[in-house]
């Protein structure tokens, strides 16, 4: 056992990389994401705007658009990009650049420092001349690096970007204003990923992604947990008491009531609680997970508060999993009922109460412990769509946002910490179905 456990373990990481590495190239293939955004809105903008200002607008344009480019390294191959993005291979930073006049020369403003670097450019290579902040060998123990791009290399990152491949077209890019000079490039390289604890920045809000997806765990933690406390509180106990007392009139009523609730989605039902109950008669509140004056409210009046606001979207994230888990528990619980091991526990002086207790339930609840493997990243992940009826800031909500706005840096950090719960429940589902059932031996 504790061999296949670490066995498992150990499998996680690798696992991880696979999925992670797909969707990353995913991301980088699939069209519309925030450097077409910018393009987009560069070609909307030359149509509208002054035709006098198009050539500097375009320049400034370009230069946001290479910003963007560097912010994601997708001006990388998209293995180093990755092997950049769990922070395995260093990565340039503080990317500074200034164009060189017709002598050849040039100053960079250091981002990070402040400082000024003089350049000088002789033929195909550039030279440092003057450090502002101190000598020159000052300026190389910082880690600064230099490097050279000619009008012919800008041209062909321009044709990169929008997947052009033509020469002539090229050769005409590298003629024209927005890259007939050459540009001198300072950077400094570290290691900047998973592995040092940076999951990026997200593009759309330009924050931290970490801190975004730890202010939306808890929310969904909050409704995943409680929910899962009622539905498993509720459904266990009653899914047994349907089975004991098959075909009777308890029975019947409770999986009308039952099919009834599974009959209508969670956020339809949501819709439905909102427009009455909240819109109509105005019992509950609208959206949102506390009031606007939470902060100034007492203990007690902050729990209520909570409650309150929390009623009508745990109801809807109770409703469509309660009628799976109670049929399923009742289900499996007539199947041990039925067994032969029960008529010989009976049979023994065991008495129905007894045996049912210690054997059939014990034996029940042994699939519906095997489904525990989502259960950890659905507790986290949440409810897209209740959150969106609701207007409930969680993590499922955040998961889609990023989707939708194509945020790379936002998807990646939801799908690793997804991924990673998911597998964890998985091993821990495993390991409690092997505690109840001793017969079950993991080699």
């Not at 000052?138 to 490097?147: E, F, N, V």
């Not at 939306?216 to 349907?242: C, D, E, H, Q």
């Not at 809807?316 to 999993?321: A, G, I, L, S």
């Not at 499922?396 to 998807?411: E, N, R, T």
Request: glycine fraction near 8%; aromatic fraction near 10%.
């Amino acid at each position: 056992m504790r061999s296949y456990l670490i066995r498992r373990f150990l499998l996680i990481p690798f696992t991880l990389l696979g999925v992670t590495f797909l969707v990353f190239c995913i991301t980088r293939m699939v069209p519309g994401g925030p450097v077409e955004q910018m393009l987009q809105q560069q070609t909307i903008g030359a149509l509208a705007g002054d035709k006098a200002a198009l050539q500097d607008a375009s320049l400034a344009d370009e230069n946001d658009v290479e910003r963007l480019e560097e912010m994601f390294n997708l001006q990388e191959p998209i293995v180093a990009a990755y092997l950049q993005w769990l922070g395995l291979v260093p990565r340039k930073m503080l990317i500074s650049k200034t164009e060189l006049e017709a002598d050849g020369s040039g100053e960079l403003a250091l981002a990070g420092e402040g400082a000024l670097l003089r350049v000088q450019r002789k033929g195909a290579a550039l030279f440092p001349v003057d450090y502002s902040a101190g000598s020159l060998e000052d300026w190389a123990s910082r880690g600064w690096r230099l490097s050279l791009e000619s009008p012919r290399d800008r041209a062909e990152r321009w044709a990169r970007r929008r997947h052009i491949s033509d020469e002539r077209a090229i050769a005409d890019r590298a003629g024209s204003p927005l890259c007939r000079k050459w540009r001198a490039v300072a950077w400094k390289r570290d290691f900047c990923g998973i592995a040092q604890g940076n999951f990026g920045n997200s593009y759309k809000y330009n924050e931290p992604v970490w801190a975004m997806m730890a202010q939306r765990i808890p929310v969904s933690l909050y409704f995943g947990l409680l929910g899962s406390l009622i539905t498993y509180a509720v459904s266990i106990p009653l899914g047994m008491a349907k089975a004991v007392f098959h075909k009777s009139w308890f029975d019947n009523l409770s999986s009308t009531l039952i099919f009834l609730g599974y009959a209508v989605p969670g956020f339809a039902l949501g819709a439905v609680l909102v427009v009455y109950l909240g819109a109509r008669f105005e019992i509950f509140p609208l959206c949102g997970l506390t009031s606007s004056d939470f902060d100034q409210m007492d203990l007690v009046g902050q729990a209520l508060d909570l409650a309150h606001h929390t009623a009508l979207p745990l109801l809807c994230y109770v409703v469509p999993t309660f009628a799976v888990t109670t049929m399923m528990m009742k289900n499996n619980a007539l199947e041990n009922l039925s067994a032969d091991y029960m008529r010989t526990a009976i049979a023994k002086g065991a008495g129905f109460r007894r045996a049912v207790i210690r054997h059939a339930f014990r034996n029940s609840l042994i699939p519906i412990i095997s489904g525990l493997g989502g259960l950890l990243s659905v507790m986290v992940g949440g409810s897209i769509l209740i959150e969106r009826v609701f207007d409930i800031q969680g993590f499922g909500l955040l998961s889609y946002q990023a989707l939708m706005d194509k945020d790379y840096s936002l998807i990646m950090g939801t799908l690793l910490l997804t991924s990673f719960l998911l597998m964890l429940g998985n091993l821990i589902a495993d390991t409690i179905v092997a505690v109840i059932d001793p017969r079950i031996q993991f080699k």
